[in-house]
């Protein structure tokens, strides 16, 4: 009665215990992911479909897709996704139920495009129609204030010229189309030490490449 009940709410806070330990020191299956602050399970398969920067002319800056797409369908995707969100003014919300014909079957009918955007680019994520509106707009703020600490003023020709760092940034965040993180510290902090693991390997790679240059003279 009693007893058996109150030893099967100990069994079930154990199990619970037991997955978040697993999420915490990288032992999780591939389900598993952290939103909102805290771990939990993915159910509904890929949550995040792409993400796209685009300037205000329709050119990309920044592609990132978890669904796998060849090159011309990537550009089609792109420029349909432009087309959707570029004809909307400033008093429409940021985010639009779509159809992406150029996506065909891989994606649902209805992804959501939720989108901000700054001076003279728009972020915009592709994602189910599940997701959270104003918890994928949070997101999207977390990564620009990533980007404009990283950068000191983040402005297009940065994302041009640092397309890497720019990529690198975005996987702390989403990784396999699945949070990660949210938090903007934490995300600093990831970037900060791969910047110092990087620095750390440069001595090392100028004196092999004098040591080469002086063994060729």
């Known amino acids: 009665g009693e007893q058996e009940r109150k030893r099967e709410g100990e069994?079930?806070?154990k199990e619970r215990q037991r997955e978040g330990i697993s999420c915490l020191t990288g032992q999780a299956s591939e389900d598993c992911f952290f939103f909102g602050g805290g771990w939990g399970r993915a159910t509904f398969g890929i949550m995040i479909h792409a993400v796209l920067i685009i300037n205000n002319h329709g050119k990309p800056?920044?592609?990132?897709?978890y669904d796998s797409f060849d090159e011309p369908q990537q550009?089609?995707?792109i420029r349909?996704?432009?087309?959707?969100?570029?004809?909307?003014?400033e008093y429409q919300c940021n985010f639009l139920e779509a159809k992406i014909e150029?996506?065909?079957e891989s994606w649902d009918d209805?992804?959501?495009?939720?989108y901000r955007h700054y001076a003279t680019l728009y972020f915009v994520f592709v994602v189910d129609s599940s997701e959270s509106e104003l918890g994928i707009l949070d997101l999207i703020q977390v990564f620009v204030e990533?980007?404009?600490?990283?950068?000191e003023n983040v402005c297009e020709l940065d994302l041009i010229f640092h397309?890497?760092?720019?990529h690198y940034i975005l996987e702390e965040i989403i990784m396999g189309g699945l949070v990660l993180e949210t938090s903007l510290p934490e995300v600093l902090r990831a970037v900060e030490d791969q910047k110092s693991i990087v620095k750390a390997e440069q001595p090392m790679g100028s004196g092999i490449a004098n040591l080469v240059g002086g063994m060729k003279r």
């Open 146 to 151: 990533t980007l404009d600490k990283c950068f």
């Open 61 to 65: 800056r920044l592609t990132k897709f």
């Open 110 to 114: 209805d992804v959501k495009l939720i």
């Open 163 to 166: 397309m890497c760092r720019v």
């Open 102 to 104: 150029s996506a065909g």
């Open 80 to 89: 349909e996704t432009y087309q959707h969100i570029c004809r909307r003014n």
């Open 11 to 13: 069994g079930r806070e």
């Open 75 to 77: 550009q089609s995707i």
